[in-house]
């Protein structure tokens, strides 16, 4: 009945000159000596380190979302365990932890945060072991408020630890998915290969960590100590904490004049399923012209629940829960789904859609353990216009919003989406007039927020003041064409392997670029991966010409690239069609880069670019690596770059002007200092 289709991470073409795998300067796995890190007063951990994406809040004010918890590192906190990272490889710990670091617990051991204001409510972020054969294990994690047992919480990676080639699976020992795809580990198409190449097993780890929320029954005090310790005898070899979220929660929220559920049959403690319930609840309201209210509790729901004119309110996303299992279908369904399971779905586009659909209040648990891209088993889904989705907390389905157009009017709003399969939130064909804000985005398995205008374009859309936080694969925010699109005041941290922090894409069978995309006062740390099938460092915004060429109005104004892995900005053409696309009329102004580990922009297409205020600092390489599409003709570089004026820092020198040849396809990564207060 509803249709998804994920963009496919297959092999693109290779670059001419092929590179080494990751350049040097950035480490495998550090281990470092335990630290007791000392506040002001010089007690070890005395005073609390609060962080926004591991940075100093000053440095991102104004941008990402406004949240209601207070984020603080484990590095940063009193620990007699070791602190792993930093490191931005790809399949290990620390690259996949916020910041790039996190600590490491043995049995006994424990890492204790001090609350910087009063909370109720915290949300650990940590990693435990794989089983052996895979399907993950379970291990307590002791909680002590003030050298007071508080609770025992149950962490599990049932919902961690993928292996292996796209779309990846949960078996630690399978062989490669893939033997006909290219691979960095050979340098190699395997099943090509002879003698067949030796892969080494687990292949690719990935996607380890996972996040739980507790509610510690009473509000603490600002200067309380939350310690987490891993007790002694626990199944999990080592714990890993990657950081501690605090909050103070609200008190659930009531609707008296409301169609409640439990008036209806549902279940409040969750051992019987509810979906019936919520249906007749839905129907008398539309009926009846109420909302519906969904009180404190747990309900299960396997299935969907289909949504048109109507408003659904829960007690609060700490508060109430739908959470539901993942469902075998009998036969696949009409559009490929092998599974179903918990969500709120508006009817099918073609049917004409939803609309006038509120959804706010609840949390929404699921099931979902491997990416199978046909099933739909999303959080949110179908086509709901003239909508609005708030205050939602979205965790462990396969994507958290994916919205199939045509559509139009939809808000959503102040939700976290944390833990996805693949991406956190999707505008997918005909998606127009909405807005994505103040949403909270980490550990998505693809694309953190993304609008891919494949066969029907996105129209008007704007991505504002949003925080992504290390996705696993792919990019933070993502715009694969569409028209008059804004991405403003977003927060983008961390993203791992195969894509950038921000990425303006022509590909994946995308309708064109046209009007303007305007990307305005973002700010994006510890950006620019590593591309696996190209073996090249990207930029921390990356602009892509695979399937079209990309002329339409880009203004790039306002943003800040920090502590980048390697390039600040990369524009590209992939190798099979670098002589028949180009990128044209991109404009970068009033930019700061802090900290390159290469260069300040790498182009590697035809076209142009003009820069305009535009400062850099820590740079390390040439300030632009121009190969153009590789011609290295002698009247320069098919890629010009215009100066005009205002760009310190000594990285945009006249020689380099307008296409001066500078080409190096692998420079050596400088890792920049940590990013400071301009």
């Given at each position: 009945?509803?249709?998804?289709?994920?963009?496919?991470?297959?092999?693109?073409?290779?670059?001419?000159?092929?590179?080494?795998?990751?350049?040097?300067?950035?480490?495998?796995?550090?281990?470092?000596?335990?630290?007791?890190?000392?506040?002001?007063?010089?007690?070890?951990?005395?005073?609390?380190?609060?962080?926004?994406?591991?940075?100093?809040?000053?440095?991102?004010?104004?941008?990402?979302?406004?949240?209601?918890?207070?984020?603080?590192?484990?590095?940063?906190?009193?620990?007699n365990g070791e602190v792993i990272g930093p490191d931005r490889t790809a399949y290990t710990l620390p690259s996949e932890a916020s910041g790039r670091r996190a600590v490491r617990l043995t049995p006994g051991e424990y890492v204790e945060f001090v609350l910087p204001s009063a909370a109720n409510g915290i949300t650990v972020r940590y990693s435990i072991p794989d089983a052996p054969r895979g399907g993950g294990i379970t291990a307590p994690l002791r909680v002590a408020v003030n050298g007071k047992h508080v609770r025992t919480m149950t962490l599990t990676s049932q919902y961690s630890w993928l292996y292996n080639q796209y779309p990846f699976t949960n078996d630690p020992q399978a062989g490669l998915l893939h033997p006909d795809w290219w691979i960095t580990e050979c340098q190699c198409v395997p099943a090509a290969t002879t003698p067949y190449p030796s892969i080494s097993k687990p292949f690719r780890p990935t996607h380890f960590y996972d996040e739980q929320r507790l509610l510690l029954g009473r509000t603490y005090r600002a200067g309380d100590r939350i310690r987490l310790t891993a007790p002694p005898g626990s199944t999990a070899a080592w714990t890993v904490i990657d950081l501690l979220d605090s909050e103070l929660v609200a008190p659930p929220h009531v609707r008296l004049l409301a169609a409640n559920v439990l008036a209806f049959g549902a279940d409040p403690t969750g051992r019987r399923d509810s979906a019936d319930a919520l249906d007749k609840a839905i129907?008398?309201?539309?009926?009846?012209?109420?909302?519906?209210?969904?009180?404190?509790?747990?309900?299960?729901?396997?299935?969907?629940?289909?949504?048109?004119?109507?408003?659904?309110?829960?007690?609060?996303?700490?508060?109430?829960?739908?959470?539901?299992?993942?469902?075998?279908?009998?036969?696949?369904?009409?559009?490929?789904?092998?599974?179903?399971?918990?969500?709120?779905?508006?009817?099918?586009?073609?049917?004409?859609?939803?609309?006038?659909?509120?959804?706010?209040?609840?949390?929404?648990?699921?099931?979902?353990?491997?990416?199978?891209?046909?099933?739909?088993?999303?959080?949110?889904?179908?086509?709901?216009?003239?909508?609005?989705?708030?205050?939602?907390?979205?965790?462990?389905?396969?994507?958290?919003?994916?919205?199939?157009?045509?559509?139009?009017?939809?808000?959503?709003?102040?939700?976290?989406?944390?833990?996805?399969?693949?991406?956190?939130?999707?505008?997918?064909?005909?998606?127009?007039?909405?807005?994505?804000?103040?949403?909270?985005?980490?550990?998505?398995?693809?694309?953190?927020?993304?609008?891919?205008?494949?066969?029907?374009?996105?129209?008007?859309?704007?991505?504002?003041?949003?925080?992504?936080?290390?996705?696993?694969?792919?990019?933070?925010?993502?715009?694969?064409?569409?028209?008059?699109?804004?991405?403003?005041?977003?927060?983008?941290?961390?993203?791992?392997?195969?894509?950038?922090?921000?990425?303006?894409?022509?590909?994946?069978?995308?309708?064109?670029?046209?009007?303007?995309?305007?990307?305005?006062?973002?700010?994006?740390?510890?950006?620019?991966?590593?591309?696996?099938?190209?073996?090249?460092?990207?930029?921390?915004?990356?602009?892509?010409?695979?399937?079209?060429?990309?002329?339409?109005?880009?203004?790039?104004?306002?943003?800040?690239?920090?502590?980048?892995?390697?390039?600040?900005?990369?524009?590209?053409?992939?190798?099979?069609?670098?002589?028949?696309?180009?990128?044209?009329?991109?404009?970068?102004?009033?930019?700061?880069?802090?900290?390159?580990?290469?260069?300040?922009?790498?182009?590697?297409?035809?076209?142009?670019?003009?820069?305009?205020?535009?400062?850099?600092?820590?740079?390390?390489?040439?300030?632009?690596?121009?190969?153009?599409?590789?011609?290295?003709?002698?009247?320069?570089?098919?890629?010009?770059?215009?100066?005009?004026?205002?760009?310190?820092?000594?990285?945009?020198?006249?020689?380099?002007?307008?296409?001066?040849?500078?080409?190096?396809?692998?420079?050596?990564?400088?890792?920049?200092?940590?990013?400071?207060?301009?």
């Amino acid at each position: 009945m509803f249709r998804i289709i994920m963009p496919v991470r297959g092999r693109p073409g290779r670059p001419a000159a092929t590179v080494t795998a990751l350049a040097a300067g950035l480490t495998l796995l550090v281990v470092a000596p335990t630290v007791a890190v000392a506040g002001p007063s010089g007690t070890p951990g005395a005073t609390p380190v609060v962080t926004r994406a591991a940075l100093d809040p000053a440095l991102v004010a104004g941008r990402g979302a406004n949240v209601g918890f207070v984020e603080q590192e484990a590095e940063n906190a009193r620990t007699n365990g070791e602190v792993i990272g930093p490191d931005r490889t790809a399949y290990t710990l620390p690259s996949e932890a916020s910041g790039r670091r996190a600590v490491r617990l043995t049995p006994g051991e424990y890492v204790e945060f001090v609350l910087p204001s009063a909370a109720n409510g915290i949300t650990v972020r940590y990693s435990i072991p794989d089983a052996p054969r895979g399907g993950g294990i379970t291990a307590p994690l002791r909680v002590a408020v003030n050298g007071k047992h508080v609770r025992t919480m149950t962490l599990t990676s049932q919902y961690s630890w993928l292996y292996n080639q796209y779309p990846f699976t949960n078996d630690p020992q399978a062989g490669l998915l893939h033997p006909d795809w290219w691979i960095t580990e050979c340098q190699c198409v395997p099943a090509a290969t002879t003698p067949y190449p030796s892969i080494s097993k687990p292949f690719r780890p990935t996607h380890f960590y996972d996040e739980q929320r507790l509610l510690l029954g009473r509000t603490y005090r600002a200067g309380d100590r939350i310690r987490l310790t891993a007790p002694p005898g626990s199944t999990a070899a080592w714990t890993v904490i990657d950081l501690l979220d605090s909050e103070l929660v609200a008190p659930p929220h009531v609707r008296l004049l409301a169609a409640n559920v439990l008036a209806f049959g549902a279940d409040p403690t969750g051992r019987r399923d509810s979906a019936d319930a919520l249906d007749k609840a839905i129907a008398f309201a539309r009926r009846a012209h109420l909302k519906v209210y969904l009180p404190p509790g747990t309900y299960q729901v396997n299935r969907h629940i289909i949504v048109d004119d109507v408003t659904i309110e829960g007690a609060g996303n700490w508060h109430t829960v739908i959470k539901g299992r993942e469902v075998a279908l009998p036969t696949p369904a009409p559009d490929g789904s092998v599974h179903t399971g918990v969500g709120f779905y508006g009817r099918d586009a073609a049917d004409g859609g939803s609309r006038n659909v509120h959804l706010s209040g609840f949390a929404i648990e699921g099931d979902v353990r491997e990416r199978i891209d046909t099933d739909q088993v999303n959080a949110i889904g179908g086509a709901m216009s003239d909508s609005t989705i708030d205050g939602l907390y979205l965790h462990h389905t396969k994507v958290g919003v994916w919205f199939d157009g045509p559509m139009r009017n939809v808000w959503v709003t102040n939700s976290i989406i944390v833990d996805q399969i693949a991406d956190a939130l999707n505008f997918h064909t005909g998606v127009t007039d909405s807005v994505v804000a103040h949403n909270f985005v980490r550990n998505t398995g693809d694309d953190g927020l993304a609008m891919w205008s494949e066969k029907t374009a996105n129209a008007r859309n704007t991505f504002d003041h949003n925080t992504v936080q290390s996705p696993t694969l792919a990019n933070g925010i993502a715009i694969y064409g569409g028209t008059d699109t804004t991405v403003s005041r977003n927060l983008v941290a961390d993203p791992v392997r195969e894509g950038s922090g921000i990425h303006a894409g022509s590909r994946f069978g995308a309708e064109p670029f046209t009007g303007h995309l305007r990307i305005t006062d973002n700010t994006t740390a510890r950006a620019g991966t590593y591309e696996l099938n190209w073996n090249i460092g990207l930029g921390a915004i990356w602009i892509f010409a695979l399937d079209r060429s990309i002329d339409a109005a880009i203004q790039v104004t306002g943003d800040a690239y920090l502590d980048n892995t390697y390039n600040a900005i990369m524009l590209v053409s992939d190798w099979p069609v670098k002589d028949l696309y180009s990128i044209t009329n991109v404009q970068f102004r009033d930019i700061r880069v802090d900290g390159t580990g290469t260069s300040v922009v790498s182009a590697r297409a035809a076209g142009s670019a003009s820069f305009a205020n535009v400062d850099a600092r820590n740079v390390g390489a040439v300030g632009v690596n121009n190969c153009g599409s590789f011609h290295f003709t002698p009247a320069g570089s098919e890629f010009t770059v215009t100066d005009l004026g205002g760009n310190d820092g000594g990285w945009l020198a006249p020689w380099l002007l307008p296409n001066t040849i500078t080409c190096d396809d692998r420079p050596p990564v400088s890792p920049p200092p940590p990013p400071a207060r301009w």
